[in-house]
């Protein structure tokens, strides 16, 4: 009798635990190295996988989703867990403050990318002026959009950063601006964009965080917030944070 009262209360216990388990998804925007690699691993995973190291009975699910699907989900309150990576100054106004914010991740920055010998000698941004930038349509370019609004650039809107590199490379564009991290995983997967030169951009330095939606459980979204804390701490994350190129010393603050 006392064997079946021990075995009907480990059942008990194991029912109480999975009822207050939940899984919330994890939409990462970023669909291209070092965030999402072919094979299916990439930034993205990993720091999902990090995260749920520190979320007790609930975890979250990595969903890549194309960036203009999520703003619209976004915009009609239809999501209910976290997204990677995200910056709150690359989100327009009224999403940016309907939503919470962890402590950051790591600073990041955009870079000016040039083709070797073809670098503007006088300040920036007067020397952009009349050049033919390429942009990837849909993205916010925090000074560069006021200048394309003013007729001071030739803005030339794709799909994807590749596809400007390649424009580039062939001389159809001056210049394009991208992620410094997606230009590090590209340049190392294609030896042809070894003939272009990256210059930071002046003032593209920004904060990388976990967007937390407002439909979070209130303990979900502290353990969250609480796991990005300890990820400043983890030895596997800031592994994987060196082998991706963010060093130890820019990891959460603005670059210089």
Known sequence: MAKFMRIGLVVLLSWHWWAAAASYPAYNTYL??????????GLAADLVDALNR???PDRFVLENVPRARFLAMASQGRIDGIALFLSPTFLKEPLASRVGWSEPLFADHNVLVFKAGHVPVAPMPAS????????????????????????ELHVDEVGDEMNNLRKLL???????????????????????????????????????????SPSLPPETAQ??????????????WLAI??????????RTRPQP
């Open 223 to 236: 353990r969250a917030a609480a796991a990005v804390q300890a990820l400043q701490h983890d030895a596997e």
């Open 32 to 41: 291209h190295p070092p965030f999402v690699r072919q094979d299916g691993g």
């Open 170 to 212: 062939a001389g159809r564009i001056d210049f394009t601006v991208l992620n410094r991290l997606h230009f590090r995983a590209l340049s190392e997967a294609a030896p042809e964009l070894q003939q272009l030169v990256a210059m930071p951009e002046l003032g593209g330095d920004f904060l990388r965080h976990i967007l937390l």
């Open 241 to 250: 944070m060196e082998k991706a190129g963010v060093s130890s010393g820019n």
């Open 128 to 151: 952009l002026r009349g050049l033919r930038f390429g942009a990837v349509r849909g993205h916010v370019y925090r000074f560069l959009d006021g200048m394309g609004r003013r007729g």
């Open 54 to 56: 520190y979320m007790g």
